[in-house]
Nanobody, 125 residues
Framework: QVQLVESGGGLVQVGGSLRLSCAASGRTNSNYAMAWFRQAPGKERVFVAGTVRWNGDRTYYADSVKGRFTISRDNAANTVYLQMSSLKPEDTARYHC?????????????????WGQGTQVTVSS
């Protein structure tokens, strides 16, 4: 069993920054992909960023956050981070951490088998 617990969300002004954390416990290791998804009210949950260890740490981002968000992982601490900067009102959502069922980064929710409860990010204009 795997447990994922997110933290670090909050209220921030446009242009501000936040760092989200996802602490994992249970059966986790660096061979699994880890990702962040987000879900705004009334909308579907969508992929934000992912990382997997394969010949180094590989990352992949949604176009909407590329250049503004950075995903990273501390394997010793079993923690994945999402550094968010230049935040916009459209980044407002509940952010969820997820563990990939396979050893590659996928953008579909169905490719992830464990999920955290999420942490709320609100960007005010």
């Amino acid at each position: 069993q795997v447990q994922l617990v997110e933290s670090g969300g909050g209220l921030v002004q446009v242009g501000g920054s936040l760092r989200l954390s996802c602490a994992a416990s249970g059966r986790t290791n660096s061979n699994y992909a880890m990702a962040w998804f987000r879900q705004a009210p009334g909308k579907e949950r969508v992929f934000v960023a992912g990382t997997v260890r394969w010949n180094g740490d590989r990352t992949y981002y949604a176009d909407s956050v590329k250049g503004r968000f950075t995903i990273s992982r501390d394997n010793a601490a079993n923690t994945v981070y999402l550094q968010m900067s230049s935040l916009k009102p459209e980044d407002t959502a509940r952010y969820h951490c997820a563990r990939g069922a396979r050893g590659y980064i996928a953008t579909l929710m169905t490719e992830y088998d464990y999920w955290g409860q999420g942490t709320q990010v609100t960007v005010s204009s």
